[in-house]
């Protein structure tokens, strides 16, 4: 796990929503997925 894995969980933990997580850390929502899972 690394920093970006931390920052992108606490923003989807924030916000409550993929999509409007990703889109705040300008990803797709594919990405957001795969970082948080691994």
Do not use: G, R, V, W
Request: proline share 3%; aromatic share 14%; net charge neutral.
């Amino acid at each position: 796990m690394n920093l970006y894995q931390l920052y992108y969980f606490k923003t989807l933990a924030e916000l409550e929503h993929y999509t409007k997580a990703a889109a705040q850390l300008c990803l797709t929502q594919p990405s957001l997925s795969n970082a948080i899972s691994s």
